[in-house]
């Protein structure tokens, strides 16, 4: 636990979680520059098991339990996530204090460095895609059902050299975590948000406190983004009606937009076969309402029938 002239913050080692926590350290540094912000890596499940598919080894805070532990336990003060990664339920005694503004939600295409063709639609009949997130997969098999999908997991420089060496066409991964590595030059096309649906909260960092930590929730506090939580409220309100999680293909799009919460989302197969998409819109302030109303729908419309198979498949 630190003293009152310190912060600790716990991150996951990656070099995207590293970045992710440094901006998050830089601007706290900016409001509270009397504060020594001290950053503590903490190792998580999901990196001590990198070559299995995360469908495969559960998901229920696979990448944020291990930081919960510590913040429960007083060994750091603060944790960053990136909110994909949490689960819709926050353990008793925590609460996400901050949901940052958030990076582009898109999904993007990286074509292999040496294939002629730049964009998915061009890839040849037969092609092969390589992703780790069963939501991709469903939705790139809807698009194009001729095509392999390769399984990949590791950090975006372990993907990249995995491209080179193999004979797969390209890889879909988040544009945020690229954007933020600096190595958008490796993006070839980018995939639209509203047809192609990213993952709950893509593209937003969340702070994690201790809920009673009247010292620290004050200064965390003012880099809430009133918009993007309005936003991911609404997705992970969805998310958590559905219970879903890495195992299950879902994806859903919140935004707000001239002062409306609109949210699309999609239930798959793991085949990409059969699907159920709608949307719904409404006033911000009720996001969480709309997202479940929308997960009902989208229960009633056949959804319910997709899971039970994909939960039968997975027990």
């Known amino acids: 636990m630190s003293d009152q002239s310190t912060m600790i913050i716990g991150t996951r080692g990656s070099e995207l979680a590293l970045w992710q926590t440094r901006w998050v350290q830089q601007q706290l540094t900016k409001l509270h520059p009397s504060i020594r912000i001290e950053l503590k890596v903490i190792k998580t499940q999901g990196d001590k098991m990198l070559d299995a598919p995360l469908s495969k080894i559960g998901d229920k805070g696979l990448f944020t339990k291990e930081l919960e532990r510590a913040l429960l336990d007083r060994r750091i003060d603060v944790a960053v996530h990136s909110l994909k990664d949490m689960p819709t339920h926050t353990e008793d005694g925590l609460i996400i204090t901050a949901i940052c503004e958030r990076e582009d939600v898109s999904d993007v295409f990286i074509a292999h460095p040496n294939k002629k063709y730049r964009g998915l639609a061009n890839v040849p009949k037969n092609g092969t895609i390589a992703t780790g997130s069963l939501r991709r997969r469903c939705q790139l098999l809807q698009m194009r059902p001729d095509l392999t999908i390769a399984e990949i997991r590791g950090n975006l420089g372990t993907r990249v050299e995995k491209l080179k060496v193999s004979n797969w066409d390209g890889m879909l991964l988040a544009k945020a975590g690229i954007t933020r590595l600096g190595r958008s ?117 056949g959804g319910e029938t997709i899971l039970d198979e994909i939960r039968q498949e997975n027990a």
């Open 185 to 301: 030059e490796l993006i070839t096309e980018v995939l639209s948000p509203t047809s192609f649906l990213p993952a709950v909260g893509q593209g937003a960092l969340a702070i994690e406190t201790r809920s009673s930590d009247e010292r620290i929730l004050p200064l965390v506090h003012p880099l809430d983004h009133i918009l993007t939580r309005q936003a991911t409220q609404g997705e992970r309100a969805l998310l958590r009606r559905l219970e879903g999680g890495c195992q299950i293909p879902i994806g859903a799009y919140g935004r707000v937009e001239n002062g409306t919460f609109r949210l699309d989302a999609i239930i798959g197969s793991l085949d990409g076969k059969r699907s159920v998409r709608s949307s719904i819109q409404g006033s911000p302030d009720k996001s969480e309402q709309l997202g479940v109303s929308l997960a009902e729908k989208l229960l009633s419309d």
